[in-house]
């Protein structure tokens, strides 16, 4: 099988602010100018799974527009990783400190400071991001081509994830490519059916 990886179009948010599962809408005729090029090639009944993030569900709701064939369903495990605390905030006013035990501890540490009620963190670490796509990943029909509609840190843990790496401890083991906003990179996956007695 195959599995697309679509990355949302140009987010309208400002340049070096933190938005990993901050709702923030794309740019709508950016959104259209991806659709039209990606209707184009998708193979005829190719299922559509999205991020129910709006600006994966924009660029969604193009596509179905433009071809009323495909299949689509929402799963929130295609949101991007959450950042906690460090949502909406510019990079560069989040604590040195922080960022410096994410990289530390990256597999483990939870990303965005920690919440002032609980003193515990509402962001996700590494692992559980890989964890969450990798389900979404083993939930993959091996029969039928798979479009996600989603954001580079998935499309990134699905790249290690097809290559058999679902873990990872030192940051520098993170992939630093990714589809632009509004492309796609195609994964040829091989699935193992195991069939019990």
């Given at each position: 099988?195959?599995?697309?990886?679509?990355?949302?179009?140009?987010?309208?948010?400002?340049?070096?602010?933190?938005?990993?599962?901050?709702?923030?809408?794309?740019?709508?005729?950016?959104?259209?100018?991806?659709?039209?090029?990606?209707?184009?090639?998708?193979?005829?009944?190719?299922?559509?799974?999205?991020?129910?993030?709006?600006?994966?569900?924009?660029?969604?709701?193009?596509?179905?527009?433009?071809?009323?064939?495909?299949?689509?369903?929402?799963?929130?495990?295609?949101?991007?990783?959450?950042?906690?605390?460090?949502?909406?905030?510019?990079?560069?006013?989040?604590?040195?400190?922080?960022?410096?035990?994410?990289?530390?501890?990256?597999?483990?540490?939870?990303?965005?400071?920690?919440?002032?009620?609980?003193?515990?963190?509402?962001?996700?670490?590494?692992?559980?991001?890989?964890?969450?796509?990798?389900?979404?990943?083993?939930?993959?029909?091996?029969?039928?081509?798979?479009?996600?509609?989603?954001?580079?840190?998935?499309?990134?843990?699905a790249t290690l994830i097809a290559q058999g790496i679902r873990h990872i401890s030192r940051a520098n083991q993170w992939p630093i490519d990714a589809p632009s906003y509004g492309q796609w990179c195609k994964l040829a996956i091989t699935m193992t059916v195991t069939v019990k007695p």
């Amino acid at each position: 099988m195959t599995l697309w990886l679509v990355r949302h179009a140009l987010p309208l948010i400002d340049k070096g602010i933190c938005y990993g599962q901050l709702d923030v809408p794309a740019d709508p005729e950016a959104t259209r100018a991806c659709a039209l090029e990606l209707h184009k090639i998708l193979p005829r009944g190719i299922t559509v799974i999205s991020s129910p993030l709006q600006r994966c569900e924009l660029l969604t709701k193009e596509l179905i527009g433009l071809r009323p064939d495909l299949r689509v369903r929402s799963d929130p495990g295609l949101q991007e990783m959450h950042f906690g605390q460090w949502e909406g905030c510019p990079w560069a006013d989040i604590d040195a400190a922080e960022l410096a035990a994410w990289t530390a501890d990256f597999a483990h540490y939870r990303a965005g400071g920690t919440g002032e009620s609980t003193g515990e963190s509402t962001g996700e670490s590494v692992s559980q991001f890989m964890a969450r796509v990798a389900t979404a990943y083993d939930a993959l029909d091996p029969a039928t081509d798979t479009l996600w509609v989603t954001h580079a840190g998935v499309i990134r843990a699905a790249t290690l994830i097809a290559q058999g790496i679902r873990h990872i401890s030192r940051a520098n083991q993170w992939p630093i490519d990714a589809p632009s906003y509004g492309q796609w990179c195609k994964l040829a996956i091989t699935m193992t059916v195991t069939v019990k007695p």
